[in-house]
């Protein structure tokens, strides 16, 4: 086995296409339904929203995907992204787990996000898109897609959930910074967002309620498009440059598949983008790793939810998508771990958790800190909160190989970086964070309207 702790690539090992996963499913994924109809959607249902090539990768049964030169170019600036072999971590854990992390804080915006914003910007502008409205939680999906319109010419505007645009008031620089207009939501500039503020003028806000405000922003403007940072297959398809890169980094410092592989998941992308390469090779019997998803207990989306067809945002403007829920309308507790703040799961994730490929777990924000802090004093990388949750259950994994002295293989993917996430350190730092316990009367309220699907 190699013995680097960094493990790189070249610029000329970036990968070339996208991996689809649908055609190596063992059944495929439930379709979205019109919300009038209940008919799968079509084509022709999504084309308000997004330009061609993207519907057409949403809906697509190939198992590749060329990746555009214009696409790589853009792609260069910062990958392929290192993989590292966490040896401090390993020592100050006394453990004989082997522990890799796939470091993608490295981009422009500081996340895995610019994987898919790159590829969203330069189809709308072939498309002749000249504007994209989004909404972001923690500010990475936001700065990602600000940076990647400024590089192919159009116009951003995004709705950030409010408890993240007071938590984090510099991603909303950044985004401006890269040229982008930014309201916390909800907000007075649309109807889905005054509706909420007059029922509660002081809601945190949840990604729902600013993906309603997104998409009614986009509909009501000429050559203006809607993007979406999580959740939807082209999304989750683009990650995938991520695990590509990983599944070649380990052959290239000898090491054996992961016989673990972890992820934090708020809509899913990041995580997707890891394993579903590995995937790949688990369903073709080549490896056989335990696929493990970590969420906020806050927002316990596949442990506590339904798998349900519900809306993807607040108001009801988005067609139906078979996925694990806690309801349309539910408001997730302000927890620091603003992009998992999400009320569904990727339908692509939730499919293949229903089908028993891979397993999840929820942590409550304070063990994720403290597994940040450790991976911090020891690493020397600052994770962002949503990372954090899956250290926490790495960190719980390889002291449990200490104990039974088991040696195994870890692999996380350690999706971005904290430094704009210093209050939240601070607050745990200074003792004064606490954890949100989540009533189960919450999840069944919100269920309860859910659209019934027959």
């Known amino acids: 086995m190699d013995e680097r702790t960094k493990i790189v690539l070249g610029e000329s090992d970036i990968p070339r296409h996208w991996y689809n996963v649908v055609p190596d499913l063992p059944a495929p994924p439930p379709p979205p339904l019109h919300p009038a109809t209940h008919n799968p959607v079509g084509p022709q249902d999504l084309s308000g929203l997004f330009p061609p090539e993207l519907i057409a990768q949403e809906m697509s049964a190939d198992r590749y995907i060329d990746i555009p030169d214009a696409v790589l ?10 993989l590292y072999r966490a040896r401090r971590l390993e ?9 890799y992390y796939k470091y993608e804080g490295g981009s422009p915006a500081g996340s ?3 994987n898919t914003a790159v590829p969203q910007a330069y189809y709308n502008s072939i498309a002749g898109t000249e504007r994209l409205t989004t909404e972001t939680g923690a500010g990475q999906w936001g700065s990602s897609l600000a940076f990647a319109c400024a590089q192919f010419g159009l116009d951003c505007e995004v709705w950030m959930v409010r408890a993240s645009y007071a938590q984090k008031p510099h991603r909303a620089t950044l985004m401006r910074t890269w040229g982008a207009k930014v309201h916390p939501s909800p907000s007075s500039l649309t109807a889905a ?3 909420v503020l ?15 405000e997104a998409v009614e922003a986009a509909g009501a403007a000429p050559n203006t498009r809607y993007a979406l940072g999580s959740v939807l297959n082209h999304v989750l398809l683009h990650q995938t440059v991520i695990g590509q890169e990983a599944l070649a980094q380990f052959a290239a410092a000898g090491e054996r598949a992961p016989d673990l592989i972890v992820g934090c998941t708020g809509g899913g ?3 997707a983008g890891l394993f579903l390469p590995f995937l790949r090779e688990k369903l073709a019997g080549r490896a056989d790793p335990v696929i493990r998803a970590v969420e906020p207990a806050a927002c316990p989306t596949f442990t506590r939810g339904e798998y349900t067809y519900d809306f993807g945002d607040a ?5 139906l998508l078979k996925m694990y829920t806690l309801g349309h309308d539910f408001i997730p507790d302000p927890v620091h771990a603003g992009g998992l703040r999400y009320h569904g799961m990727s339908p692509l994730l939730s499919h293949i958790y229903h089908l028993g490929l891979m397993e999840a777990v929820a942590k409550p924000q304070r063990e994720c800190f403290a597994a940040a802090v450790e991976f911090a004093r020891t690493e020397g990388i600052v ?5 954090a949750h899956a250290l926490a259950a790495v960190i719980e994994e390889a002291r449990r190989c200490a104990e039974s002295d088991t040696e195994k293989v870890l692999l996380t993917a350690l999706c971005g970086h904290g430094h704009f996430d210093m209050a939240a350190y601070d607050l745990y730092l200074s003792g004064e964070m606490t954890d949100f316990e989540l009533a189960q009367d919450r999840i069944d309220a919100a269920l309860t309207r859910v659209p019934a699907v027959d």
């Open 73 to 82: 170019d853009v792609y260069r600036l910062w990958r392929p992204t290192p």
């Open 383 to 387: 994770p962002a909160p949503e990372p």
């Open 193 to 195: 967002g005054a509706n």
């Open 269 to 271: 992308s990041n995580f």
């Open 198 to 212: 007059a029922v509660d003028p002081d809601s945190p806000g949840s990604l729902g309620i600013a993906i309603s």
């Open 112 to 114: 895995h996000k610019p």
């Open 91 to 99: 020592r100050a854990l006394g453990t004989p787990a082997r522990i």
């Open 315 to 319: 108001g009801g403007l988005t067609p």
